[in-house]
């Protein structure tokens, strides 16, 4: 499984951006993706994630009123919807993906994910 991330950029606070991960390979094994970032000095973080049938994402409480995850069947990606851009949102962001089902508590750790793309940069100036 090969993931590529795209889409950053440097924007405005409040303005509204659209990250796309594609997948290719073996995508039929993905069960999961993930988007994690990263601002500097600071640890990956989780933002949110998918089940590969596009169904019942979930977010971490610092976006989930502003980030909208969704899945493009016919592009076969996984895009990260951003509203209500502010500096605090400024990173590297990374998607991610993994193969095993999983229950109870959706997966939000890093290690949760084995497959990982290469990160775009998004910078929101206030």
């Known amino acids: 499984v090969q993931l590529q991330a795209s889409g950053g950029g440097l924007v405005q606070a409040g303005s509204s951006l659209t990250l796309s991960c594609a997948a290719s390979?073996?995508?039929?094994?993905?069960?999961?993706v993930g988007w994690f970032r990263q601002a500097p000095g600071k640890e990956r973080e989780f933002v949110g994630g998918?089940?590969?049938?596009?169904?019942?994402?979930w977010y971490s409480d610092s976006v989930k009123d502003r980030f909208a995850i969704s899945r493009d069947n016919a592009k076969n990606t996984v895009d990260l919807r951003m509203n209500s851009l502010i500096p605090e949102d400024t990173a590297v962001y990374y998607c991610?993906?993994?193969?095993?089902?999983?229950?109870?508590?959706?997966?939000?750790?890093?290690?949760?994910?084995?497959?990982w793309g290469q990160g775009t940069e998004v910078t929101v100036s206030s």
């Open positions: 991610a993906a993994r193969t095993q089902l999983w229950w109870g508590d959706p997966p939000t750790k890093r290690d949760h994910y084995l497959y």
């Open positions: 998918i089940n590969w049938d596009g169904a019942y994402p």
């Open positions: 390979g073996r995508t039929r094994r993905i069960n999961t």
